[in-house]
């Protein structure tokens, strides 16, 4: 008798928990495609004969920060504790 194959949503649903840092991939990745489209946005505007220089700024720091935020989250999170419990090399 042959082993029943797994459905696809459970294959999904596997394979997004072996993705690393997912939810942060996703982040920058809506961060990108959101300030291309306000840069596109704007361009076509500004073509139009508006000032659109403060919608930009604002639409761009805001997802800025975001970014800067998500970054200094992952260069400040702390370590698993089982890295503390393992030697360390010293540095020569």
């Keep these: 008798m042959k082993a029943k194959k797994p459905s696809v949503f459970r294959r999904f649903h596997a394979w997004l928990h ?3 840092h997912l939810f942060a991939k996703l982040i920058i ?3 990108i495609l959101y300030a291309s489209a306000a840069c596109a946005f704007c361009v076509w505007r500004q073509g ?3 000032e659109m220089a403060g919608i930009l700024a604002v639409a761009l720091g805001f997802f800025g920060g975001e970014l800067l935020l998500l970054c200094l989250k992952t260069i400040f999170k702390k370590e698993d504790k ?3 419990n393992t030697p360390q090399q010293p540095c020569v």
Aim: a negative charge.
């Design 48 to 50: 139009q004969g508006l």
């Design 82 to 84: 089982d890295d503390e």
């Design 29 to 31: 990745l809506y961060c």
């Design 18 to 20: 072996a993705v690393p």
